[in-house]
């Protein structure tokens, strides 16, 4: 095809491509006006014409059609007229009275009912839609009739052939519009047989790689089917006549010895098609690439095929006509190269090359679209194109060539530069239709873009006066749509007073809307919006009243009543007095009829005797104009049993048991009905029913949920996926918990189906710089609705207009090949199976693969260096250098050396991004060491790669000041010394001119006056003197340059000696420094710190000092109370003392008794001590306990000495009579009272250690003849003495 218009356009590339360049970085275009679909706009909105429908370029029409229809609309305000032109000159259809024209329409209808051949109007079409603001062309459309000549008649004569031989019977159909499709039969019209070696060639000829006897029992007649007539022309029939050297036998022949056994010369192979051992091949881009090999030889030859310089792309390349043919059905420029076709037998083997040369009709890179301007804006059209050969870029103004127009006043404000065309400071008038062609010698594009000019007062769109309810502290958006040309400023007003509304409450957005963020009361008032432009004003009214929320204060509960009592339901409401309400019940979601049982009042619903039908959910609705709330509650029906306090109340509620009896029924391909009995609901009302299924397919024996329905139901429709065989279970559910599940119910299988789902996350990204993974998550197991599930997956370059790609696989991702570096790509996906295919998913867009950006950032330097910081700046690269999506400018640096003389550093490389695409970049490069010399170079990166590095910058940064010490220990000496020792600081980040010690005492929750010491930069320890030993002190270190103070290490003093030994015996953890061995991973515990403190934390590396974490600040908790130490108290002191002495005596008093007897008491010294205790509650005297024998020995069976029991004798009866509350047995004797130890033991011999600890129980055995007597007026020993005390 031709281009549309006379001559080329002026300018290649060169000068107008470098002044193309520099005008559009200077140049700042004002963004196009949309233009809204407002009717009233639309109506008075004068636009040029647009070619809406045309019919396609290459038009073959059907001879036998009474009417040939020319397709050509337009719309345009005023509305278009239309004219034509034919092989490039004007079409008076007038004169034509075969021809005529729709109305308020160009297409063209010519009619053949009253005689006259179609033939007649071939030719060259070229519509015109005329306004009076420009003219819009249509493609020009090549008008051709179908034809379907015969074949000339013609006598062949039988075709002889030796066996064996080679043979081609041409075909030479008649040329065809279009060309028609080629087939053989035989005359019996039976296809005939084509496998490896008997073929039909592209042209149409069959060829035979060698001729068989057999192959003269048929006759072979060529075929030419013509689909646009629907007819089928034959050629006259071949006959064979096959010529062989030895008889043959039809009853010899079999698949394996075609020849019988008869002796026929093998043959090397050799082409028949093509010809020589090379041709050439062009085809243009998109198109089907269709290359053939077709070789004779005996055996018969088989066909490979390759390419020079590269693999065959296996995912375009088809093989057919028994792999003589090689397709490749959309053809792209990496195509192009040297297929080479190999034919071999076991004689040989040949070759031939085909050199297939790619070439391309020209196709969009970007197509020109409208533009609406305002006076004295700027605009563009762009229009490009790409193609092989590169396309020419023509540009005619209202269908004539733009540079033989006559120049006018407007033409001034127009420039032509290449595929682009600048406007500035337009003015009204200059409306016209633009027309881009791009052409090369396969083809033509043609694009209308108009140009229109449109100057229009500021119009309000949206309905006058408008009055809006809001809800009080709700977000509102008042709207105020407008339209003007050039755009109008717009500004809002409350009660047409102050100055525009925007910030704090209000927000003003700039299609009009006014945002309140949050409406009050006081919000109330008129709001008017105003939009002004060149051409006047325009403004509306917008009424705001805020009202009160429409609220449920009293909602409705949940009951539980007997059936046949009353029930009712509270539902108290309160709203904004201005706004009416109304409530509605409804019952399990549908409205509720109250009729004549319910009644209803302002604020509650009472149903007067309940019924099983009552039960359910009931809410209740209450809406206003504006707003609305609800509430709900359940009813549930007890029976009469329920009011037996034996049976019901006496039981709490259990969870209920598991239904019963499931039955499956009216199945379907996708649902059952399942159906069981409620089991008891355990004095709780069942609530909810979970149906679970289990599928014995994918994951057998587990049970998944499947629904969950109300508690009063028992028979539902299970909704299903097919290709599943389920079976399902029931839960049971009340206020308690869940039932057992029920017993499974049988096993339904549901049909097979087509997916109905899409495969999700669908996705395509490069993995190469030369391809796309498409990648997907797949289908679950139950969606895949059956057998033999695979996907298919569509891709095309993004905005090229060119068909889709597509591609069938069982995996979860493909690989796209051979793609230009980082292009988009729409892609879409679709699940098939056996049964047929699913849903298309909606279209997305990948990128092909990211390359190595091609260019470098460059000038790098640095300014305004600080201590910490520095200003970085750069020089950008042209974003389509990137090859790949624009991540961020990075920054290396590192810090190569500190200025501090000696202090080895770390050389790790640090990174920080900066995303900008301004034209003269710079960023800040923060939390620098100080005093330090550093390097950077900068690279710009993709999602993948990095470009090569710019160049390298030094710089220094400034002094600072110091970290904290490295350490700071505290030890305590004396009691009136402590010891400070100190670390220097790791990053001093400067010359150290010394250190500064704070000194504080703390007394109780306060801090007396500081004292502070300064010390040179070589001192690290210092002995401090102490003015009040049993003092606190608070110490804060901190290290100097000349900058001034760094940070500061705080530490607290101990105040006793063995808190001080604590210190100097865990030196790593009193002071706060903890050593973590190799390979431990944190948390680490840092103990023995001070209640109620602030520290500061940070982790340094052993090896290098320079590398450390930042530092953390934190405070231990508070202590409940005030300790004290209780070994200082003088009443404790005292305490100790007395239980000393007391122990002291203790200990003499038992050296006497050892002295005197060297033996402890005898169990009489225990008895009588527990008669004492008995007998001092009832004011009795004690009986003797420390009286012996003459030789000082004690009786130890009586517990007395001889001398007491004959003082006893003599003693008068008084003395004899019974203890009180002694009881006297029946023989006279005494029993012990009811309060001795003894009925505490379980009788038998008490005994003692010699330590006098109890060996037996508690009492000892008596005589019977033993009585007790009164205390002996002897004086006591000191022991008797010490119990006398006690």
Request: glycine share 8%; with cysteine.
């Amino acid at each position: 095809m031709r281009p549309v218009g006379g001559r080329e356009m002026l300018g290649k590339v060169g000068h107008a491509a470098l002044t193309l360049l520099s005008l559009l970085l200077l140049w700042q275009e004002a963004a196009a006006i949309e233009v809204p679909l407002d009717p009233k706009i639309q109506q008075d909105l004068k636009q040029p014409p647009t070619i809406i429908k045309q019919s396609v370029k290459d038009y073959i029409v059907d001879p036998r059609d009474n009417t040939i229809i020319i397709e050509c609309e337009a719309k345009g305000n005023p509305v278009p007229t239309f004219s034509w032109r034919r092989n490039g000159r004007l079409f008076n259809i007038g004169k034509d009275p075969r021809v005529t024209m729709r109305k308020r329409s160009g297409t063209l209808e010519v009619g053949f009912r009253s005689g006259g051949r179609p033939e007649d109007y071939e030719g060259e079409y070229q519509c015109f839609a005329t306004n009076e603001l420009g003219v819009a062309l249509s493609n020009k459309i090549l008008l051709r009739v179908s034809k379907a000549p015969l074949w000339p008649k013609e006598v062949l004569a039988p075709v002889p052939v030796t066996e064996g031989s080679p043979l081609v019977l041409p075909c030479n159909p008649p040329p065809g519009l279009p060309p028609p499709l080629i087939f053989w039969m035989d005359s019996n019209m039976t296809p005939i047989h084509q496998d490896r070696r008997v073929s039909m060639g592209l042209n149409g000829d069959l060829y035979f790689s060698n001729v068989l006897v057999q192959d003269g029992q048929n006759d072979y007649s060529c075929n030419a089917r013509f689909n646009f007539t629907y007819t089928i022309q034959q050629k006259n029939p071949f006959n064979l006549k096959v010529q062989t050297r030895e008889p043959y036998n039809d009853t010899s022949y079999n698949a394996s010895d075609p020849f019988g056994g008869r002796k026929v010369a093998e043959t090397p192979p050799s082409f028949l098609s093509p010809e020589g051992s090379g041709s050439s091949k062009m085809v243009l881009r998109d198109e089907r690439l269709l290359l053939e090999c077709i070789a004779a030889g005996l055996p018969t030859p088989s066909i490979k095929w390759f390419k020079r310089g590269g693999d065959l792309p296996a995912l375009k390349v088809k093989f057919e006509n028994f792999n003589k043919t090689l397709k490749i059905l959309s053809v792209s420029e990496e195509d192009a190269g040297e297929y080479v076709c190999m034919a071999d037998n076991r004689l040989g083997s040949i070759r031939h090359s085909i050199d297939v040369q790619v070439k391309a009709a020209p196709y969009w890179l970007d197509k020109p679209t409208n533009l609406v301007l305002a006076p004295e804006e700027n605009g563009r059209l762009v229009c490009r194109a790409n193609g092989n050969p590169k396309p020419n870029i023509q540009w005619l103004m209202n269908g004539e060539p733009i540079n033989k127009i006559t120049e006018t006043p407007t033409s001034a404000n127009r420039e032509v530069l290449g595929d682009t065309i600048l406007f500035r400071g337009v003015q009204i008038g200059s409306s016209a239709v633009y027309q881009c062609n791009a052409s090369n010698q396969h083809g033509y594009l043609l694009a209308n873009a108009f140009v229109s000019v449109l100057d229009m007062a500021p119009r309000m769109l949206g309905p006058k006066n408008q009055l809006i309810k809001v809800v009080m502290n709700n977000r509102t958006f008042l709207n105020c749509p407008f339209f003007g040309s050039p755009l109008p400023e717009l500004r809002w007003f409350k009660n047409g007073q102050g100055s525009g509304l925007d910030g704090g409450q209000y927000r003003a957005y700039i299609n009009g809307t006014l945002e309140i963020k949050r409406a009050r009361k006081e919000d109330e008032g008129i709001y008017t919006c105003v939009a002004n432009n060149m051409l006047g004003n325009a403004e509306n009214q917008v009424q705001l009243e805020v009202k009160e929320p429409t609220r449920i204060i009293q909602a409705p509960t949940h009951q539980s009543v007997l059936r046949g009592s009353k029930a009712s339901f509270h539902c108290k409401v309160v709203s904004d007095p201005s706004l009416p309400t109304k409530v509605t019940w409804t019952k399990d979601g549908e409205r509720l009829d109250l009729g004549w049982r319910l009644k209803k009042n302002e604020e509650s619903l009472t149903i007067p005797s309940v019924s099983e039908n009552d039960e359910g959910i009931y809410t209740c609705t209450v809406k206003s104009e504006i707003d609305q709330d609800s509430a709900s509650a359940r009813l549930t029906v007890l029976e009469d049993a329920f009011l037996n306090p034996s049976i019901f109340s006496a039981l709490p509620p259990d969870h209920p048991d598991p239904p019963i009896d499931l039955d499956l029924s009216d199945p379907s391909a996708r649902s059952v009905r399942l159906t069981w009995i409620p089991g008891n609901d355990r004095r709780s009302p069942v609530t909810d029913f979970l149906v679970q299924f289990e599928e014995n397919r994918w994951e057998p024996g587990r049970w998944q949920n499947l629904s969950s329905f109300p508690g009063d139901l028992n028979s539902v429709i299970l909704q299903l996926a097919p290709n599943v065989n389920y079976q399902f279970r029931v839960i049971a559910i009340n206020s308690v918990g869940r039932s057992q599940p029920s017993q499974p119910s049988p096993r339904y299988k549901t049909t097979a189906a087509p997916p109905d789902s899409i495969p999700r996350d669908l996705r395509g990204w490069g993995s190469n710089k030369d391809n796309m993974e498409i990648t997907w998550e797949p289908l679950r197991d139950l969606e895949k609705n059956g057998p033999n599930l695979q996907y298919n997956v569509w891709w095309r370059r993004k905005d090229s207009g060119d068909d889709w790609t597509n591609v069938t696989t069982s995996e979860t991702k493909y690989v796209v090949r051979n793609t230009e570096t980082y292009v988009p790509y729409e892609i879409k996906i679709q699940a098939r199976n056996e049964l047929g295919s699913g849903p298309e998913s909606n279209i997305v867009i990948g990128y092909s693969g990211e390359d190595k950006p091609t260019d470098s950032p460059t000038e790098l330097r640095v300014s305004k260096v600080g201590s910490t910081r520095a200003n970085i700046h750069w020089k950008p690269v042209d974003l389509s250098s990137v090859q790949g999506e624009f991540k961020e400018y990075r920054l290396y640096y590192w810090r190569e050396s500190s200025l501090v003389p000696g202090l080895v550093v770390s050389k790790e490389k640090k990174t920080t991004g900066f995303y900008t695409t301004v034209p003269e970049p710079s960023g800040i490069l923060k939390d620098l060491v100080p005093y330090s010399k550093y390097k950077m170079f900068m690279v710009v990166a993709n999602s993948r790669f990095e470009s090569l590095p710019s160049n390298n910058v030094e710089f220094t940064t400034a002094e600072g000041v110091p970290d904290a010490p490295r350490f700071f220990r505290i030890n305590r000496r004396s009691l009136d010394t402590l010891y400070l020792e100190w670390g220097k600081p790791l990053e001093p980040n400067g010359i150290l001119i010394g250190y500064q010690l704070v000194c504080q005492r703390v007394n109780g929750s306060r801090l007396d006056q500081q004292e502070i010491k300064t010390f040179r930069p070589n001192v690290t320890d210092f002995i401090l003197r102490l003015p009040d030993r049993s003092a606190r002190y608070k110490f804060n270190l901190s290290a100097l340059t000349q900058v001034g103070t760094g940070e500061v290490y705080a530490e607290e003093s101990p105040h006793f000696t063995n808190e001080a030994e604590n210190f100097t015996d865990a030196t790593d953890v009193g002071n706060k420094t903890v050593t973590v061995e190799e390979g431990k991973q944190p948390p680490v515990n840092l103990k023995a710190l001070i209640a109620g403190e602030k520290y500061h934390l940070k982790v340094y590396s052993q090896e290098l000092n320079s590398i450390s974490s930042k530092s953390v600040t934190f405070k231990t908790k508070a202590a409940h109370i005030d300790q004290v130490d209780i070994a200082t108290q003088g009443w404790f002191i005292g305490l100790m003392c007395a239980i000393a002495l007391i122990i002291l005596i203790l200990l003499i008093v038992c050296f006497i008794k050892r002295s005197r007897g060297g033996k402890y008491p005898s169990p009489g010294f225990l008895t009588g001590f527990t008669k004492y205790l008995v007998r001092d509650k009832k004011d009795l005297p004690l009986d003797p306990v420390d009286q012996k024998d003459q030789d000082g020995s004690f009786d130890y069976q009586n517990g007395s000495s001889v001398r007491d029991r004959n003082e006893n004798e003599n003693s008068s009866d008084e003395d004899n009579k019974p203890l009180q509350g002694s009881q006297t047995s029946l023989d006279g004797n005494v029993k012990e009272s009811d309060d001795s130890l003894v009925d505490y033991g379980e009788g038998g011999d008490g005994q003692f250690n010699e330590d006098g600890s109890f060996i037996g129980q508690y009492t000892v055995k008596k005589d019977k003849d033993e009585t007790e007597g009164n205390e002996s007026s002897e004086a006591t020993s000191p022991v008797n003495a010490i119990y006398s005390l006690a």
